[in-house]
């Protein structure tokens, strides 16, 4: 069966640091593997996402996610933190012979930007 | 309007009533969903419709009844609900076959008193 743990529920950051937010996943096969991002009051929007070749994935608002299989890991990572990066963060799982359709998430990492 | 809107945005009912989720997609799409969120705890799925048809219930209690009339449309339907059940309901839609991404709207807030 598929997993996801984050293992960070927060995370604090100053503006103007880098980040990076760990996701380790469990999976049998190929993974497939994407990072959402909720604001307050918002529904998710996705930032990212991994299926195949470059293991370096560049996403949108400026955010890149490394896939390392060795290390069953596919952190997310920005150079340089907003305020309006502030929000919740999720990483999931998904496999190809469910077209994608039953996405495992992580229960999330909250990042919370100090001025 | 665009995206997807999930009305109403929040609600608050007693354990007997019976109260609908709505959800309407403005792009297009041919699969959408119903996911529950809780507090500190991972998404959970819970049904699928693809093309009208529901392909996938998450072994979700039948006090939720989903419907989806047409490809733009998906409903909860909810009754005898338990206050465990108070959550964030999440609608997404998605194009069968491009890739995954969920395009999700911005839940609706449901607590049961």
């Known amino acids: 069966a598929q997993s996801v743990t984050q293992p960070d529920i927060h995370i604090t950051v100053s503006e103007g640091a880098s980040l990076e937010l760990r996701c380790n996943y469990s999976?049998?096969?190929?993974?497939?593997l994407f990072w959402y991002v909720q604001s307050p009051g918002q529904g998710l929007q996705l930032l990212l996402k991994?299926?195949?070749?470059?293991?370096l994935v560049q996403g949108i608002k400026g955010f890149e996610a490394e896939f390392k299989r060795s290390q069953s890991s596919f952190n997310l990572r920005k150079p340089s933190v907003h305020w309006s990066d502030a929000a919740e963060y999720f990483c999931?799982?998904?496999?190809?012979?469910?077209?994608?359709?039953?996405?495992?998430f992580g229960t999330g990492t909250r990042l919370l930007v100090s001025p | 309007e665009t995206g997807v809107t999930q009305t109403p945005r929040h609600l608050v009912m007693g354990m007997t009533n019976k109260k609908s989720l709505k959800c309407e997609q403005h792009?297009?799409?041919?699969?959408m969903y119903w996911y529950k969120q809780s507090a500190k705890k991972p998404l959970e799925l819970m049904f699928v419709y693809n093309f009208k048809e529901q392909t996938e219930n998450n072994s979700v209690p039948s006090r939720f009844s989903p419907e989806c009339p047409n490809s733009s449309h998906l409903f909860l339907h909810l009754h005898t609900l338990q206050p465990e059940d108070s959550a964030l309901y999440l609608c997404?839609?998605?194009?069968?076959?491009?890739?995954?991404?969920?395009?999700f709207g911005e839940g609706s807030r449901l607590t049961v008193l």
């Open positions: 999931a799982v998904g496999a190809l012979n469910t077209g994608f359709q039953k996405l495992v």
């Open positions: 792009l297009g799409h041919n699969a």
């Open positions: 997404a839609s998605s194009q069968v076959g491009t890739g995954g991404e969920l395009f």
């Open positions: 991994y299926f195949s070749g470059d293991t």
């Open positions: 999976y049998g096969a190929t993974p497939y």
